[in-house]
T-cell receptor, first 111, second 113 residues
């Protein structure tokens, strides 16, 4: 089955700095790549997604880049704020049509 | 608010018991997904239903079963509960397939004592 890995597992940045989280996957037929943000005790919420026919997508301070050849995609958050502190999950839909999640990364933004 | 509702919010029960978790998808969504989230396992996909039919299966134990009813709400049944079944159970819904955006419900926290 699909194997999805996130790097790093924890990340701490200073408020105002940028944060980059990388996700690698194994199935070259994967075609949908969402990122979810989960605050403590709350539901995962979609923050941005990208499909295999697009290399980059941006929404205000958040962007996602996809490298299908290398089988990785990254979440970029610019001008980080304390409210960006949360667990971020990448996910991948592969040929089996199942959405497989990475284990999550805890982002801490220091004021 | 995602539009997906789940009941109950919390459930405390004993080992060996059986419980039912309920999910109502967003209006217009035909697919419902169930996930288990525990501290050491992350978000694990259990099962997907589309318009009443099972569409995909993940790491769902034989003690667990689910169904989707004609009004598209879904139930996840967990039986012969063990301590290790304690987790957050999320339901998500999407318009159709797994490449559509999945919207998550607030989750049911199950504690097995």
């Amino acid at each position: 089955g699909e194997n999805v890995e996130q790097h790093p597992s924890t990340l701490s940045v200073q408020e105002g700095d940028s944060a980059v989280i990388k996700c690698t996957y194994s199935d070259s037929a994967s075609n949908y790549f969402p990122w979810y943000k989960q605050e403590l005790g709350k539901r995962p919420q979609l923050i941005i997604d990208i499909r295999s026919n697009v290399g980059e997508k941006k929404d205000q301070r958040i962007a996602v880049t996809l490298n299908k050849t290398a089988k990785h995609f990254s979440l970029h958050i610019t001008e980080t704020q304390p409210e960006d502190s949360a667990v971020y999950f990448c996910a991948v839909t592969g040929a089996n049509s199942k959405l497989t999640f990475g284990k999550g990364i805890t982002l801490s933004v220091r004021p | 608010d995602s539009g997906v509702t789940q009941t109950p919010k919390h459930l405390i029960t004993a080992t060996g018991q059986r419980v039912t978790l309920r999910c109502s998808p967003r209006s217009g969504d035909l697919s419902v997904y169930w996930y288990q989230q525990s501290l050491d396992q992350g978000l694990q996909f259990l099962i997907q239903y589309y318009n009443g039919e099972e569409r995909a299966k993940g790491n769902i134990l034989e003690r667990f079963s689910a169904q989707q009813f004609p009004d598209l709400h879904s139930e996840l049944n967990l039986s012969s509960l063990e301590l290790g079944d304690s987790a957050l159970y999320f339901c998500a819904s999407s318009l159709s397939g797994s490449t559509d955006t999945q919207y998550f419900g607030p989750g049911t926290r199950l504690t097995v004592l």
